[in-house]
């Protein structure tokens, strides 16, 4: 599945998900961070990439920082975490 089809930038840092990462659930657990929340809860810093965030009791790797033009896929809706 391609979360981001209509993202014409590439990620601020890092990459979006790999095809082998959405082949079995949490076999890969990865999350792409949205612009605005990379700001506001990392503060900007790189050194977030790579990072762990804990959601619901599962350990996520961040893999990437989406573009700061890239607000998601669905007008109107805008997320601050993208994972499978």
Not at 53 to 80: K, Q, R
């Amino acid at each position: 599945m391609e979360l981001f089809p209509d993202a014409r930038s590439p990620p601020c840092l890092g990459r979006f998900f790999l095809p082998e990462e959405d082949a079995t659930e949490l076999t890969h657990p990865v999350v792409v961070l949205g612009h605005p929340f990379w700001q506001k809860r990392f503060g900007g810093r790189p050194g977030a990439f790579g990072k762990t965030l804990s959601l619901s009791g599962t350990s996520y790797t961040i893999v990437g920082i989406g573009p700061a033009s890239f607000n998601g896929t669905y007008a109107g809706l805008t997320a601050d975490i993208w994972f499978l």
